[in-house]
């Protein structure tokens, strides 16, 4: 086993396990829910959180046939642009300052690759 850390991550065999379960066919899922016609605000969320999680603390995982992260940001930017979705919050500022953190993290993990 080729450990370099204490840390859960800090393993080929912990390092295999999330490439395993972070297949294409994963992210291939998260790609729909962010891409899909029948992508709700909320499952876009959802999904980008998922994704700038995973870039973060596990870019290896990041699928190779396309940048997840651009996707993710894109569709965060169209559910800022929807204002009927927004009104229906009663603090739609609070919600929009929180997309803007998430599209800032999917941002930060760009950089760092």
Known sequence: MGAWGYNAADSDSGLDWISD???ITFWDKVKDALQG???RPSIVRA???LTAT??????CSLPMEY???EIAISALNKVLD???WLAGWDNPQAVK????????LLEESKVRT
């Open 37 to 39: 016609e029948d992508s």
């Open 21 to 23: 379960v972070t297949d």
């Open 82 to 84: 929807d204002k009927d």
């Open 97 to 104: 300052a929180s997309i803007r953190k998430d599209i800032a």
């Open 67 to 69: 940048d997840i992260r």
């Open 54 to 59: 995973l870039a973060k603390g596990f870019r």
């Open 47 to 49: 999904a980008a959180l």
